[in-house]
Protein backbone atom coordinates (compact mmCIF):
# COMPACT_ATOMS: atom_id res chain seq x y z
CA UNK A 1 0.00 0.00 0.00
CA UNK A 2 1.22 3.35 -0.89
CA UNK A 3 1.50 6.01 1.89
CA UNK A 4 -1.16 8.39 0.50
CA UNK A 5 -3.40 5.64 0.99
CA UNK A 6 -2.58 4.42 3.87
CA UNK A 7 -3.49 7.57 5.64
CA UNK A 8 -6.90 8.11 3.80
CA UNK A 9 -7.22 4.39 5.33
CA UNK A 10 -6.13 5.72 8.82
CA UNK A 11 -8.49 8.56 8.41
CA UNK A 12 -11.95 6.47 7.21
CA UNK A 13 -10.97 4.33 10.43
CA UNK A 14 -10.73 7.19 12.38
CA UNK A 15 -13.36 9.28 11.13
CA UNK A 16 -15.89 5.53 11.37
CA UNK A 17 -14.85 5.12 15.52
CA UNK A 18 -15.61 9.03 15.70
CA UNK A 19 -18.70 8.52 14.62
CA UNK A 20 -19.60 5.21 16.04
CA UNK A 21 -18.45 6.94 19.63
CA UNK A 22 -20.90 10.00 18.63
CA UNK A 23 -23.80 7.89 17.92
CA UNK A 24 -23.26 6.38 21.66
CA UNK A 25 -22.51 9.62 23.31
CA UNK A 26 -25.38 11.71 20.76
CA UNK A 27 -27.91 8.89 22.05
CA UNK A 28 -26.98 9.23 25.52
CA UNK A 29 -26.75 13.01 25.71
CA UNK A 30 -29.98 13.22 23.70
CA UNK A 31 -31.74 11.30 26.33
CA UNK A 32 -30.13 13.47 29.27
CA UNK A 33 -31.20 16.94 27.58
CA UNK A 34 -34.85 15.30 26.47
CA UNK A 35 -34.79 14.59 30.60
CA UNK A 36 -33.97 17.47 31.52
CA UNK A 37 -36.43 19.90 29.27
CA UNK A 38 -34.20 20.74 26.50
CA UNK A 39 -35.62 21.79 23.29
CA UNK A 40 -35.13 19.29 20.09
CA UNK A 41 -34.05 22.68 18.14
CA UNK A 42 -31.16 23.63 20.33
CA UNK A 43 -30.30 19.92 20.18
CA UNK A 44 -30.16 19.91 16.42
CA UNK A 45 -28.51 22.52 16.15
CA UNK A 46 -25.31 21.25 19.14
CA UNK A 47 -25.38 17.90 16.74
CA UNK A 48 -24.81 19.47 13.67
CA UNK A 49 -22.58 21.55 14.80
CA UNK A 50 -20.28 18.77 16.54
CA UNK A 51 -20.43 16.75 13.20
CA UNK A 52 -19.33 19.97 11.25
CA UNK A 53 -16.07 19.76 13.71
CA UNK A 54 -15.29 16.07 13.44
CA UNK A 55 -15.99 16.52 9.75
CA UNK A 56 -13.37 19.28 9.51
CA UNK A 57 -11.06 17.60 11.50
CA UNK A 58 -11.12 14.51 9.82
CA UNK A 59 -10.60 16.84 6.43
CA UNK A 60 -7.55 19.06 8.35
CA UNK A 61 -6.10 15.51 9.37
CA UNK A 62 -6.13 13.45 5.94
CA UNK A 63 -4.80 16.84 4.05
CA UNK A 64 -1.71 17.58 6.54
CA UNK A 65 -0.98 13.71 6.47
CA UNK A 66 -1.39 12.87 2.41
CA UNK A 67 1.37 15.71 2.65
CA UNK A 68 -0.97 17.96 0.31
CA UNK A 69 -0.28 21.21 2.56
CA UNK A 70 2.90 20.69 2.80
CA UNK A 71 4.82 23.51 -0.22
CA UNK A 72 8.07 21.74 1.19
CA UNK A 73 8.66 18.03 -0.48
CA UNK A 74 10.26 15.47 2.12
CA UNK A 75 13.73 15.34 2.35
CA UNK A 76 15.64 12.54 0.00
CA UNK A 77 18.58 11.53 -0.95
CA UNK A 78 19.42 11.67 -4.53
CA UNK A 79 17.75 9.26 -6.55
CA UNK A 80 15.76 7.90 -3.61
CA UNK A 81 12.16 7.38 -4.53
CA UNK A 82 9.63 5.08 -3.14
CA UNK A 83 11.00 1.39 -1.96
CA UNK A 84 14.05 2.19 -3.55
CA UNK A 85 17.20 2.92 -0.82
CA UNK A 86 20.07 4.05 -1.86
CA UNK A 87 22.49 1.74 0.15
CA UNK A 88 21.55 -1.36 1.30
CA UNK A 89 23.45 -4.57 3.06
CA UNK A 90 22.72 -7.48 1.08
CA UNK A 91 24.60 -9.69 3.41
CA UNK A 92 27.28 -9.39 6.27
CA UNK A 93 29.55 -11.10 8.53
CA UNK A 94 31.03 -12.69 5.51
CA UNK A 95 34.85 -13.98 4.97
CA UNK A 96 36.31 -11.92 2.01
CA UNK A 97 33.64 -12.29 -0.56
CA UNK A 98 35.61 -12.42 -3.47
CA UNK A 99 33.54 -12.31 -6.90
CA UNK A 100 29.93 -11.93 -7.16
CA UNK A 101 27.24 -13.22 -10.03
CA UNK A 102 23.66 -13.22 -10.63
CA UNK A 103 21.74 -16.62 -11.58
CA UNK A 104 18.91 -16.22 -14.34
CA UNK A 105 16.56 -16.06 -11.37
CA UNK A 106 18.02 -13.87 -9.78
CA UNK A 107 19.68 -14.87 -6.79
CA UNK A 108 23.34 -13.78 -5.54
CA UNK A 109 26.09 -16.44 -6.07
CA UNK A 110 29.04 -15.31 -4.79
CA UNK A 111 32.77 -17.01 -3.50
CA UNK A 112 34.19 -16.88 0.05
CA UNK A 113 38.31 -16.97 -0.50
CA UNK A 114 38.23 -19.48 2.36
CA UNK A 115 36.56 -21.91 0.06
CA UNK A 116 32.68 -21.54 0.35
CA UNK A 117 30.47 -20.95 -2.37
CA UNK A 118 27.07 -19.65 -0.67
CA UNK A 119 24.08 -17.80 -2.31
CA UNK A 120 21.63 -15.27 -1.32
CA UNK A 121 18.08 -16.08 -2.90
CA UNK A 122 15.88 -12.86 -4.29
CA UNK A 123 14.64 -10.84 -1.24
CA UNK A 124 16.32 -12.78 0.87
CA UNK A 125 18.83 -11.86 3.74
CA UNK A 126 20.27 -15.18 4.54
CA UNK A 127 23.03 -16.27 2.85
CA UNK A 128 23.33 -20.08 2.00
CA UNK A 129 26.34 -22.37 2.05
CA UNK A 130 26.30 -24.12 -1.10
CA UNK A 131 29.17 -25.85 -0.71
CA UNK A 132 33.00 -25.63 0.61
CA UNK A 133 36.07 -26.99 -1.56
CA UNK A 134 38.42 -28.79 0.45
CA UNK A 135 41.46 -28.20 -2.12
CA UNK A 136 41.64 -24.51 -1.89
CA UNK A 137 44.53 -23.13 0.01
CA UNK A 138 44.35 -19.72 1.42
CA UNK A 139 48.01 -19.15 1.44
CA UNK A 140 48.81 -15.26 1.19
CA UNK A 141 46.47 -13.38 -1.40
CA UNK A 142 45.51 -16.67 -2.95
CA UNK A 143 42.38 -19.11 -2.02
CA UNK A 144 38.98 -19.57 -3.78
CA UNK A 145 38.77 -16.28 -6.15
CA UNK A 146 36.74 -16.36 -9.08
CA UNK A 147 33.21 -17.04 -10.35
CA UNK A 148 31.24 -17.04 -13.44
CA UNK A 149 27.79 -18.21 -14.56
CA UNK A 150 27.84 -20.25 -17.98
CA UNK A 151 25.48 -18.29 -19.78
CA UNK A 152 23.35 -21.34 -20.58
CA UNK A 153 22.89 -21.75 -16.96
CA UNK A 154 18.93 -22.26 -17.53
CA UNK A 155 19.46 -25.60 -19.64
CA UNK A 156 23.13 -26.65 -17.79
CA UNK A 157 23.32 -25.90 -14.40
CA UNK A 158 27.03 -24.66 -15.02
CA UNK A 159 29.20 -22.55 -12.84
CA UNK A 160 32.84 -22.22 -13.16
CA UNK A 161 35.35 -21.29 -9.90
CA UNK A 162 39.57 -20.19 -10.05
CA UNK A 163 41.04 -21.50 -6.88
CA UNK A 164 44.50 -21.84 -5.71
CA UNK A 165 45.73 -24.92 -4.23
CA UNK A 166 48.91 -26.68 -3.60
CA UNK A 167 50.58 -30.00 -5.14
CA UNK A 168 54.02 -31.41 -4.49
CA UNK A 169 55.13 -28.10 -2.31
CA UNK A 170 54.04 -25.52 -4.86
CA UNK A 171 51.32 -23.37 -5.41
CA UNK A 172 48.76 -23.52 -8.35
CA UNK A 173 45.19 -22.33 -9.95
CA UNK A 174 42.94 -24.06 -11.29
CA UNK A 175 39.44 -23.24 -13.06
CA UNK A 176 37.02 -26.19 -12.33
CA UNK A 177 33.12 -26.21 -13.67
CA UNK A 178 30.50 -27.39 -11.10
CA UNK A 179 27.01 -28.13 -11.46
CA UNK A 180 24.33 -26.34 -9.40
CA UNK A 181 21.34 -28.59 -9.00
CA UNK A 182 18.66 -27.34 -6.29
CA UNK A 183 21.42 -26.33 -4.12
CA UNK A 184 23.12 -29.27 -4.58
CA UNK A 185 26.31 -28.41 -5.98
CA UNK A 186 28.55 -31.47 -8.02
CA UNK A 187 31.95 -30.81 -9.63
CA UNK A 188 32.11 -31.47 -13.58
CA UNK A 189 35.27 -31.02 -14.20
CA UNK A 190 38.92 -29.11 -14.48
CA UNK A 191 38.68 -26.82 -17.06
CA UNK A 192 41.97 -25.32 -17.07
CA UNK A 193 44.91 -26.53 -14.78
CA UNK A 194 48.42 -25.62 -13.09
CA UNK A 195 47.99 -21.94 -13.47
CA UNK A 196 51.20 -20.88 -11.66
CA UNK A 197 50.50 -19.73 -8.42
CA UNK A 198 52.45 -18.05 -5.40
CA UNK A 199 51.34 -16.53 -2.19
CA UNK A 200 50.61 -13.02 -4.01
CA UNK A 201 49.76 -12.04 -7.78
CA UNK A 202 47.12 -15.01 -8.94
CA UNK A 203 44.64 -12.88 -11.08
CA UNK A 204 41.51 -15.12 -10.33
CA UNK A 205 39.04 -13.12 -12.37
CA UNK A 206 36.88 -15.39 -14.78
CA UNK A 207 33.61 -13.96 -16.83
CA UNK A 208 32.50 -15.31 -20.10
CA UNK A 209 31.98 -12.71 -22.31
CA UNK A 210 30.09 -11.75 -25.27
CA UNK A 211 31.41 -14.70 -27.90
CA UNK A 212 29.96 -17.05 -25.09
CA UNK A 213 33.85 -18.13 -24.50
CA UNK A 214 35.37 -18.18 -20.86
CA UNK A 215 37.71 -15.49 -19.74
CA UNK A 216 40.67 -16.12 -17.19
CA UNK A 217 43.10 -13.69 -15.52
CA UNK A 218 45.86 -14.86 -14.32
CA UNK A 219 48.99 -13.14 -12.42
CA UNK A 220 52.58 -12.96 -12.82
CA UNK A 221 52.48 -15.46 -9.63
CA UNK A 222 55.33 -13.59 -8.65
CA UNK A 223 58.38 -14.40 -11.65
CA UNK A 224 57.65 -11.26 -13.50
CA UNK A 225 59.31 -12.67 -16.75
CA UNK A 226 56.62 -15.48 -16.87
CA UNK A 227 54.36 -12.38 -18.19
CA UNK A 228 56.26 -12.52 -20.92
CA UNK A 229 56.79 -15.99 -21.77
CA UNK A 230 53.93 -17.38 -23.98
CA UNK A 231 54.43 -20.80 -23.06
CA UNK A 232 53.50 -20.08 -19.59
CA UNK A 233 50.21 -19.87 -18.25
CA UNK A 234 50.86 -16.82 -15.91
CA UNK A 235 50.57 -12.94 -16.35
CA UNK A 236 48.18 -13.46 -19.10
CA UNK A 237 44.49 -12.94 -20.43
CA UNK A 238 43.60 -16.74 -21.10
CA UNK A 239 40.58 -17.36 -23.16
CA UNK A 240 38.99 -21.11 -23.48
CA UNK A 241 35.18 -22.39 -24.20
CA UNK A 242 33.00 -23.79 -22.04
CA UNK A 243 34.93 -27.14 -21.69
CA UNK A 244 38.27 -26.29 -21.51
CA UNK A 245 39.36 -26.10 -25.55
CA UNK A 246 41.36 -23.69 -26.90
CA UNK A 247 38.78 -21.94 -29.72
CA UNK A 248 40.60 -21.98 -33.04
CA UNK A 249 40.07 -18.07 -32.77
CA UNK A 250 42.58 -17.55 -30.30
CA UNK A 251 45.57 -15.50 -31.44
CA UNK A 252 48.08 -17.79 -30.78
CA UNK A 253 47.83 -21.29 -32.43
CA UNK A 254 46.79 -24.06 -30.05
CA UNK A 255 47.31 -21.50 -26.86
CA UNK A 256 44.90 -20.37 -24.42
CA UNK A 257 46.63 -16.65 -23.73
CA UNK A 258 44.49 -14.12 -25.32
CA UNK A 259 46.52 -11.03 -24.28
CA UNK A 260 50.30 -11.37 -21.95
CA UNK A 261 51.71 -8.94 -20.16
CA UNK A 262 50.15 -8.97 -17.31
CA UNK A 263 51.18 -8.55 -13.56
CA UNK A 264 48.29 -8.50 -11.16
CA UNK A 265 45.17 -8.30 -13.19
CA UNK A 266 41.90 -8.88 -11.01
CA UNK A 267 39.07 -7.18 -12.99
CA UNK A 268 37.13 -7.75 -16.42
CA UNK A 269 34.58 -5.90 -17.84
CA UNK A 270 32.99 -5.64 -21.97
CA UNK A 271 31.36 -2.23 -22.69
CA UNK A 272 28.55 -2.28 -25.25
CA UNK A 273 30.83 -2.33 -27.96
CA UNK A 274 31.78 -5.34 -26.77
CA UNK A 275 35.51 -3.75 -25.83
CA UNK A 276 37.29 -5.52 -23.48
CA UNK A 277 38.93 -3.26 -20.37
CA UNK A 278 41.13 -5.23 -17.63
CA UNK A 279 42.11 -3.77 -14.50
CA UNK A 280 45.56 -4.69 -13.17
CA UNK A 281 48.03 -4.13 -9.95
CA UNK A 282 50.80 -2.30 -10.83
CA UNK A 283 53.93 -2.18 -9.73
CA UNK A 284 54.76 0.41 -6.32
CA UNK A 285 51.45 1.78 -7.57
CA UNK A 286 51.02 2.56 -11.37
CA UNK A 287 47.74 0.40 -11.32
CA UNK A 288 46.66 -0.32 -14.94
CA UNK A 289 43.08 0.17 -17.05
CA UNK A 290 43.61 -1.73 -20.13
CA UNK A 291 41.76 -2.09 -23.41
CA UNK A 292 42.49 -5.37 -24.55
CA UNK A 293 42.88 -6.68 -27.97
CA UNK A 294 43.72 -10.53 -28.52
CA UNK A 295 47.54 -10.76 -28.63
CA UNK A 296 48.38 -7.53 -27.22
CA UNK A 297 50.96 -7.64 -25.01
CA UNK A 298 50.69 -4.94 -21.95
CA UNK A 299 54.08 -4.41 -21.39
CA UNK A 300 54.93 -5.81 -18.05
CA UNK A 301 57.88 -6.07 -16.40
CA UNK A 302 59.69 -4.32 -19.49
CA UNK A 303 57.29 -1.06 -19.14
CA UNK A 304 55.36 0.25 -16.16
CA UNK A 305 53.43 3.89 -15.97
CA UNK A 306 53.89 6.09 -18.85
CA UNK A 307 57.13 4.21 -20.43
CA UNK A 308 56.48 3.39 -24.14
CA UNK A 309 58.13 0.68 -26.33
CA UNK A 310 57.27 -0.44 -29.97
CA UNK A 311 54.82 -3.63 -30.03
CA UNK A 312 53.96 -3.09 -25.88
CA UNK A 313 50.75 -1.65 -25.26
CA UNK A 314 50.40 0.72 -22.12
CA UNK A 315 46.93 1.34 -20.34
CA UNK A 316 44.48 3.81 -21.26
CA UNK A 317 44.39 4.91 -17.63
CA UNK A 318 47.10 4.28 -15.04
CA UNK A 319 47.16 5.28 -11.24
CA UNK A 320 50.63 7.32 -11.65
CA UNK A 321 52.02 7.44 -7.97
CA UNK A 322 48.78 6.71 -6.26
CA UNK A 323 47.59 2.96 -5.18
CA UNK A 324 43.70 1.99 -6.09
CA UNK A 325 44.52 -2.08 -6.04
CA UNK A 326 41.84 -2.54 -8.58
CA UNK A 327 39.97 -5.64 -8.30
CA UNK A 328 36.55 -6.09 -10.00
CA UNK A 329 35.21 -4.46 -12.76
CA UNK A 330 31.53 -3.97 -14.75
CA UNK A 331 29.79 -1.71 -17.13
CA UNK A 332 26.42 -0.02 -16.43
CA UNK A 333 25.52 3.03 -19.29
CA UNK A 334 29.36 3.45 -20.58
CA UNK A 335 30.50 3.96 -17.18
CA UNK A 336 33.15 1.42 -15.91
CA UNK A 337 32.74 0.87 -12.48
CA UNK A 338 35.86 -0.66 -10.72
CA UNK A 339 36.27 -1.77 -6.89
CA UNK A 340 39.49 -0.79 -5.24
CA UNK A 341 41.18 -2.51 -1.88
CA UNK A 342 43.95 -0.26 -1.09
CA UNK A 343 42.18 2.67 -2.79
CA UNK A 344 39.06 2.04 -0.63
CA UNK A 345 36.89 3.38 -3.12
CA UNK A 346 34.54 2.29 -6.43
CA UNK A 347 36.08 4.18 -9.37
CA UNK A 348 34.31 5.04 -12.19
CA UNK A 349 35.06 6.73 -15.36
CA UNK A 350 33.25 6.91 -19.00
CA UNK A 351 34.57 4.42 -21.88
CA UNK A 352 33.69 6.99 -24.44
CA UNK A 353 36.27 9.80 -23.25
CA UNK A 354 38.23 8.03 -20.20
CA UNK A 355 39.81 10.75 -17.74
CA UNK A 356 41.21 10.18 -14.76
CA UNK A 357 38.79 7.87 -12.18
CA UNK A 358 36.23 9.22 -10.01
CA UNK A 359 36.06 7.52 -6.47
CA UNK A 360 32.88 7.66 -4.77
CA UNK A 361 32.51 6.23 -0.99
CA UNK A 362 35.68 6.57 -0.45
CA UNK A 363 36.90 4.97 2.88
CA UNK A 364 33.07 4.40 3.81
CA UNK A 365 33.08 0.78 3.02
CA UNK A 366 36.40 -0.38 3.33
CA UNK A 367 38.52 -2.26 0.89
CA UNK A 368 36.83 -3.27 -1.84
CA UNK A 369 37.07 -6.40 -4.04
CA UNK A 370 34.32 -6.68 -6.80
CA UNK A 371 31.44 -5.07 -8.39
CA UNK A 372 28.70 -6.02 -10.59
CA UNK A 373 25.58 -5.06 -11.76
CA UNK A 374 22.07 -6.66 -10.86
CA UNK A 375 19.48 -7.81 -13.06
CA UNK A 376 18.00 -4.53 -11.48
CA UNK A 377 20.57 -2.48 -12.52
CA UNK A 378 22.02 -1.76 -8.95
CA UNK A 379 25.36 -2.18 -8.47
CA UNK A 380 26.37 -4.58 -6.26
CA UNK A 381 30.09 -4.53 -4.32
CA UNK A 382 31.35 -6.68 -1.52
CA UNK A 383 34.36 -5.06 0.79
CA UNK A 384 37.51 -6.82 1.75
CA UNK A 385 38.45 -5.69 5.28
CA UNK A 386 39.07 -9.28 6.79
CA UNK A 387 41.17 -10.20 4.45
CA UNK A 388 44.37 -9.19 6.74
CA UNK A 389 44.67 -5.59 5.67
CA UNK A 390 41.90 -4.02 6.53
CA UNK A 391 40.04 -2.97 9.59
CA UNK A 392 37.14 -4.73 9.72
CA UNK A 393 33.95 -3.34 11.52
CA UNK A 394 31.89 -6.30 13.30
CA UNK A 395 29.58 -6.58 10.31
CA UNK A 396 32.29 -7.16 7.86
CA UNK A 397 32.85 -8.28 4.95
CA UNK A 398 29.67 -7.51 3.70
CA UNK A 399 27.86 -7.15 0.24
CA UNK A 400 26.24 -3.69 -0.17
CA UNK A 401 23.70 -2.84 -3.31
CA UNK A 402 23.50 0.53 -4.28
CA UNK A 403 21.04 3.02 -6.47
CA UNK A 404 23.22 4.05 -9.05
CA UNK A 405 21.97 7.24 -9.21
CA UNK A 406 23.53 7.98 -5.97
CA UNK A 407 26.94 7.75 -7.72
CA UNK A 408 28.18 10.93 -9.62
CA UNK A 409 29.81 9.86 -12.09
CA UNK A 410 30.29 13.07 -14.38
CA1 LIG B 1 50.95 -2.82 -18.45
Not at 58 to 75: A, D, H
Not at 172 to 180: A, E, P, S, T
Not at 349 to 361: E, I, L, Y
Request: hydrophobic share 35%; aromatic share 8%.
Amino acid sequence: MKLPEKNIFACVILSAIFLTGWTHTSASLGNYLVNHSMSRLRLALISVLIVSLLVAASGIFLWRSSGLLSTVSPEKAPGEEEGRLPQETIAEGLSVPWALAFLPDESLIFTERSGNIKLVAKDSERPELLGTIDQVETAGEGGLLGLAVHPEYESNHQIYIYYTYREGGQLFNKVVQYKLENSNLVRDKVVLDKIPGSANHNGGRIKFGPDQLLYITTGDAQEPELAQDKSSLAGKILRVKDNGDIPKSNPFNNSPAYSLGHRNPQGLAWDSMNRLWETEHGSTAHDEINLIKAGGNYGWPIITGNERRPGLTPPVIQSGSDTWAPSGAAFLDGTLYFACLRGQALFTFKAKNPGQPKPSFTNEFGRLRDVVVGPDNFIYIATSNRDGRGRPVPSDDRIIKIDPSQIDVD
